[in-house]
Each structure stands twice: as structure tokens, then as C-alpha cells.
């Protein structure tokens, strides 16, 4: 069983930058788009960034575009969302995401997935 572990979520004033870590318990990048999604306070679970096995171009929300970054250190195993611009709407509890194959933002076609991580932004 594939375990995915974030960290590097906290609070932080609008305007300010955070990056989360996503690390894999197993080396999967080879096969697996690494995904981020969030949920925020009374809001569904939505897609934020993928990033495919093959590293090729990323997918990002239109609310993030231009202002998140995901990237993948394969020898790491570990998948990162860099976040910069934050804005008070970008509160959320943040996960990671491994779906087989494909690049996708749909989030049933994640296998395994991360306990998640707070990121709280302030005015």
C-alpha cells in the first residue's frame, strides 16, 4: 500500500509563498501523475495542479495559474506544490494525490492519497 505523506502547509499572510511536500512511500513517479487538491472551509474537494509519470507540461486549476508551481524530484520520491501570491481564498486543507498513467484533475481516478495539509491564509 502506497503511503503519501504531506508536510509544509501552515499559516501565512496573503501576498506571502509556502511549498508543500508530498513524499511517496514507494517509488511510483515512474508510472504515476502526482496530483494536488484542496478543500476548503464548506467547500467540496476540488483539483488544484497534476503532474504526469513522464513529467511532461503540469495541469493547474484556472485559480492557481500563473501563482502555483508543481514540480517532482524523482530520486526523492517527493512531489511539491510552491505557491506563491497567496490569497485569503487559497485557505484549505491541501492533499496529494496518485493517480496510474494518465494525467488527469479528475480526482476519481486517484488511487492513493495523503492525510492532508493545513494552509490558512491571513489577511
Known amino acids: 500500500q502506497v503511503q503519501l505523506v504531506e508536510s509544509g502547509g501552515g499559516l501565512v499572510q496573503a501576498g506571502g509563498s509556502l511549498r508543500l511536500s508530498c513524499a511517496a512511500s514507494?517509488?511510483?513517479?515512474?508510472?504515476?501523475?502526482m496530483g494536488w487538491f484542496r478543500q476548503g472551509p464548506g467547500k467540496e474537494r476540488e483539483f488544484v495542479a497534476a503532474i504526469s509519470w513522464s513529467g511532461g507540461s503540469p495541469d493547474y486549476a484556472d485559480s492557481v495559474k500563473g501563482r502555483f508551481t508543481i514540480s517532482k524530484d524523482n530520486a526523492k520520491n517527493t512531489v511539491y506544490l510552491q505557491m506563491n501570491s497567496l490569497k485569503l481564498e487559497d485557505t484549505a486543507v491541501y492533499y496529494c494525490?496518485?493517480?496510474?498513467?494518465?494525467?488527469?484533475?479528475?480526482?476519481?481516478?486517484?488511487?492513493?492519497w495523503g492525510q492532508g495539509s493545513q494552509v490558512t491564509i491571513s489577511s
Open positions: 514507494e517509488d511510483i513517479f515512474s508510472s504515476y501523475t
Open positions: 494525490a496518485a493517480a496510474p498513467w494518465a494525467q488527469t484533475t479528475s480526482e476519481r481516478e486517484y488511487d492513493y
